[in-house]
Nanobody, 119 residues
């Protein structure tokens, strides 16, 4: 099992960029699919992006396609979310998660990092 520690959140103007990182420690990081989720105040947590264990397959929610890029560096045990052309609607706490079971239920979660996009 891995432990996840997120970083890279902050305040940015609309149209700007941020790069979130999720550092994993533990065993066999490279065998897990990983995902990013977000939760805005008063709203339900929602899926943002997923990446396979190899990095060869990615999937995004429609609203971030073309703006966000999920990637991973298994050698560094780190997951990334490059966020470009940010909009105020992207404001949320962002969480990384590991799909330990391979069933897309994401059993392990990070602590979250705040992303605030000003207009």
């Amino acid at each position: 099992q891995v432990q996840l520690v997120e970083s890279g959140g902050g305040l940015v103007q609309a149209g700007g960029s941020l790069r979130l990182s999720c550092a994993a420690s533990g065993r066999t990081f490279s065998t897990y699919a990983m995902g990013w989720f977000r939760q805005a105040p008063g709203k339900e947590r929602e899926f943002v992006a997923r990446i396979s264990w190899s990095g060869g397959n990615t999937f995004y929610r429609d609203s971030v396609k073309g703006r966000f890029t999920i990637s991973r560096d298994n050698g560094k045990n780190t997951l990334y979310l490059q966020m470009n052309s940010l909009k105020p609607e992207d404001t949320a706490v962002y969480y990384c998660a590991a799909d330990l079971s391979g069933t897309t239920t994401y059993e392990l979660w990070g602590q979250g990092t705040q992303v605030t996009v000003s207009s």
